[in-house]
């Protein structure tokens, strides 16, 4: 298994909280991202990083930011949770983008705002 | 659109037998198609990876296929257990990108005794 850990793993949090969510790695990958997994969705990109301070968008990043200061940690930022948001959350690591590289995911991070 | 579409949603099966699930995908341009187990409560793990050029390949009792011409692939699994009993879900690459992964939204294989 590859080294990722997530926390927390389980959260409940009230609408308008902020609430961050952890990734750390071990495998010194340079690509780490995060998901979220809705019913009814595949896995959806809210954002990632190629490099520590180096994040970008992805498909569903608003209300989310991210920051990664050092190159084992991403973490991820509800500023004021809804209870759109609440999901399951998986953080994932790779060593590159290119063809054939595998994509390592976390355990998940559930999330449940009320 | 870039999609990826998989059946059957949900497949119940008795433990031993075989069975098959599909991918359908509208990614272009194609770069890599992974099939990956997710048991409930997990996360996603690698089962395989194929690129453009490979038509078919095996992890143990699981085996997957691609066809470039027709976008589509299967993963079969043989020989059921009861540990199979998981979401399967098929991941479509783009050529370039990190933001460049589709989901398909997965099959439910429930193995019974």
């Known amino acids: 298994d590859a080294g990722i850990t997530q926390s927390p793993r389980h959260k409940v949090t009230e609408t308008g909280t902020p609430v961050t969510l952890r990734c750390h790695q071990t495998?010194?990958?340079?690509?780490m991202y995060w998901y979220r997994q809705d019913p009814g969705h595949g896995l959806r990109l809210i954002h990632y990083s190629y490099g520590v301070k180096d994040t970008d968008k992805g498909e569903v990043s608003d209300g989310y930011s991210v920051s990664r200061s050092k190159t084992e940690d991403f973490l991820l930022t509800l500023e004021s949770a809804t209870s759109s948001q609440t999901s399951v959350y998986f953080c994932a690591i790779s060593e590159s983008v290119s063809g054939g590289n595998t994509i390592y995911f976390g355990e998940g991070s559930w999330l449940t705002v009320v | 659109k870039n999609q990826v579409e998989q059946s059957p949603q949900s497949l119940i099966i008795l433990e031993g037998k075989n069975c098959t699930l599909q991918c359908n995908y509208t990614v272009s341009p194609f770069s890599n198609l992974r099939w990956y187990k997710q048991d409930t409560g997990r996360g996603p793990v690698s089962l395989t990876i194929?690129?453009?050029?490979?038509n078919t390949k095996s992890n143990g009792r699981y085996t997957a296929t691609l066809d470039a011409d027709t976008k589509q692939s299967s993963l079969h699994i043989t020989a059921s257990q009861l540990s199979d009993s998981a979401s399967y879900i098929c991941v479509v690459s783009l050529q370039t990108g990190a933001n460049n992964l589709f989901f398909g939204t997965g099959t439910r294989l429930t193995v019974i005794p």
């Open positions: 495998e010194n990958h340079r690509y």
């Open positions: 194929m690129t453009f050029s490979e």
